[in-house]
């Protein structure tokens, strides 16, 4: 079986205060319970605001270099994610529905090596 990624997007802007109620949480945690369930769910994670990262990269001298922020500046970022096994592809596509619906948001599904 294939582990796959199901990423969920948000705006740099999100704020979780303000975009989730209720009936999201309840509707994640019976999104999360099904994969358990099926036996799919590998793991499973929030993330902070991508305010929060540090990116590090190697300079051209062999040092790293630290700096606040996400790695690409981008309009989006990854609020949170599944690794989940999955028999095929249609199987991941169908979990990434399940969390773009329960999520409200946009969702990439994505196979790991």
């Not at 990423?7 to 802007?13: G, S």
């Not at 790695?71 to 994610?81: A, P, S, W």
């Not at 979990?95 to 948001?105: E, L, M, N, P, V």
Request: hydrophobic share 40%.
């Amino acid at each position: 079986m294939t582990q796959y990624l199901v990423a969920i997007h948000h705006p740099d802007d999100y704020d979780p205060a303000v975009a989730e109620d209720a009936q999201m949480d309840r509707d994640i945690d019976v999104l999360n319970a099904a994969m358990v369930a099926a036996g799919v769910r590998v793991f499973v994670g929030g993330l902070q605001p991508a305010g929060r990262a540090r990116s590090l990269r190697t300079q051209p001298d062999g040092k790293l270099h630290i700096t606040d922020g996400p790695y690409l500046e981008t309009k989006e970022h990854i609020g949170g994610f599944w690794v989940l096994e999955c028999a095929g592809l249609d199987e991941a596509l169908d979990w990434g529905r399940k969390a773009a619906i329960a999520c409200r948001a946009p969702v990439e599904v994505r196979p790991f090596h």
